[in-house]
Every structure is written in C-alpha cells, then in structure tokens.
C-alpha cells in the first residue's frame, strides 16, 4: 500500500496483532468466567486460546519489523 508520496505505508502485521490481542483477550476473559462455573473444559480451553493469542500477537510483531525486500 503507497500513501500520495510514493512510500510504503509501514502496515505489515497490523491484522495479525489485532486478532492476537483479540484472541488474548478474549482467552483470559473466558478463563476467569470458566472459573466460577463448573466447567474445567471451557477454561483450559480459553487458556488454549489465550496462548495461541499471545503466539498470533507475537508473529505479527515479528512480521510488522520485518523490512521489505524491495
């Protein structure tokens, strides 16, 4: 993506960090609602999620600092 100068817009990962964090969020969240309850599956599951979150968040950090080849 180009802005009206010609430069590369520095935009790589942004969708990735954001459904990381969404995912992490949304993961802990669950969690600790899982807790009050008698699920122990429904919070070792939203822990499952929150760790992919955190993993999906860090690839997109990963991919954000990458330079461009070109």
């Known amino acids: 993506m180009t802005n009206t100068t010609g430069n590369v817009q520095h935009k790589r990962g942004h969708n990735t960090i954001m459904t990381g ?3 992490l969020v949304m993961g802990i969240a669950v969690a600790l609602a899982g807790g009050y309850g008698d699920a122990p ?4 599951f939203a822990i499952l999620v929150a760790i992919a979150g955190l993993v999906t968040l860090l690839v997109g950090v990963g991919r954000r600092r990458e330079t461009p080849t070109s």
């Open 21 to 23: 964090l969404a995912m």
């Open 41 to 44: 599956g429904l919070q070792g």
